[in-house]
């Protein structure tokens, strides 16, 4: 096969690894709010949601390890425990929130049911496929994403060009932070972690069998599924700051999302394009069970008893969380993002960069330091935040849930002092 021809079908594939369907619902309303600072918001959006991500995939390709490999120069222990966690985050916040969305925008709009229902047999069905490990998903999968992406375009196009409503002013505070916690909630850097070892595995039983071959593929690829990542993304944030005044306060996200393409396409384009969602919605949920499950197995030196029962268990933490709003559920993230997302963050630039700036000390140093200093924006999100008013007027960028970035910077700029005097010697 054509070199170019299969780094363009590597970046299609890892976009659609990283393509969510729940992540929709965040950039139009995060353009709603952001108005005449739509820019801004993008620019911290994209940080989070895309540059990150992205940033996890190129050290995948230095790496060329699993998703332990990230944290095994802090200690075996530390990696083993990051591992566990971000598997547990994944099935009890993103895989739920896919059948609430699926509720919201294809169920609700013509049935008279309960949340509760639609998370039952949505689960029962995601077990189903999981236990099975049928073709089915990944052949839905490889056509779904395509046909989402060309009607949001579409989508996208209409609102850009023929909408000439005016800019709403921003509710916005701190614009570029709001952007940067709000793509947090994409879970992008957690699934770059986890889909990028994936790549790996497949790229192993390819004709990329050497080292730098798979490197060069990755990064390339990787670069493409950025490019389309941010056209996405800030496409819809656009869309949704230029439509703005035409949404009541207080719309939740599946709701603006909906009445976009309901504006831009009609109603029965939107009926479509919740039909689509959803299946894509069900095809991530499968993808994150059976990823845990995986990994359960594996460790339990691959019983497929612990399979099955982690699968199960992933299945019925999905039935009682998903039969909550959207809303909800995004709030309910948020204190274990501002816990996980930091430390995510510093091992994806910590192993991206040379090995000379990257020791096992700084690794340990700055992981410690990131972690201690995003436990007051982690209480903030759980006690009253009175309590924490002195220390976070203390902390640099604390105020912004953002305390850990310069202890961090400093840490790892102190334990390179000896590297950064050598070259400069040299």
């Not at 204190?335 to 994806?348: E, G, H, R, S």
């Amino acid at each position: 096969m054509n070199k170019t021809k299969e780094i363009w079908i590597a970046g299609f594939a890892l976009f659609s690894l990283f393509f969510g369907a729940g992540n929709l619902i965040l950039p139009p309303t995060l353009g709603l709010k952001s108005g005449v600072d739509w820019w801004i918001v993008v620019s911290g959006f994209v940080l989070t949601a895309v540059t990150i991500p992205i940033l996890a995939i190129f050290a995948h390709a230095k790496l060329q390890g699993t998703l332990y490999d990230f944290g095994k120069k802090v200690s075996p222990r530390f990696s083993s425990v990051y591992c566990f966690l971000i598997y547990i985050i994944a099935v009890a916040i993103p895989s739920p929130r896919t059948a609430a969305v699926t509720h919201e925008m294809t169920v609700q709009p013509f049935f008279d049911t309960a949340p509760i229902y639609t998370s039952i047999v949505y689960f029962v069905l995601v077990f189903i496929f999981a236990v099975n490990r049928t073709r089915v998903i990944g052949l839905i999968g490889k056509f779904l994403t395509p046909i989402i992406v060309f009607i949001l375009l579409i989508i996208i196009g209409i609102a850009v060009f023929t909408t000439s409503g005016t800019l709403q002013a921003s509710t916005f505070a701190t614009p570029f932070v709001d952007g940067i916690i709000e793509g947090y909630q994409t879970f992008d850097a957690i699934g770059g972690v986890v889909v990028g070892a994936v790549i790996i595995i497949s790229l192993n039983y390819s004709s990329h069998t050497t080292f730098d071959a798979k490197r060069n593929l990755l990064r390339k690829a990787g670069f493409i599924a950025g490019i389309g990542l941010l056209l996405i993304y800030g496409g819809l944030i656009l869309s949704g700051a230029l439509l703005g005044p035409t949404f009541a306060e207080g719309t939740t996200r599946t709701a603006v999302l909906s009445g976009l393409s309901t504006q831009t396409l009609g109603n029965f384009g939107t009926q479509f394009l919740s039909v689509l969602v959803a299946l894509a919605c069900f095809t991530t949920a499968v993808g994150i069970v059976t990823g845990t499950a995986d990994y359960i197995s594996g460790i339990c030196k691959n019983s497929k008893k612990a399979y099955f029962i982690t699968a199960a268990i992933a299945a019925a933490i999905g039935v009682l969380v998903g039969s909550y709003q959207v809303g909800f559920i995004i709030t309910l993230a948020v204190p274990a993002l501002m816990f996980l997302y930091p430390i995510t963050i510093v091992l994806i630039v910590l192993n991206v960069l040379p090995d000379k700036l990257a020791s096992k000390k700084v690794f340990r140093g700055v992981v410690l330091i990131t972690f201690l200093f995003s436990i007051p924006d982690f209480l903030g999100f759980v006690i009253p935040r009175a309590y924490l008013v002195g220390l976070k007027n203390f902390i640099p960028l604390a105020n912004v849930s953002l305390g850990w970035v310069l202890p961090a910077f400093l840490v790892f700029v102190g334990l390179n002092v000896p590297v950064f005097k050598t070259k400069a010697s040299n």
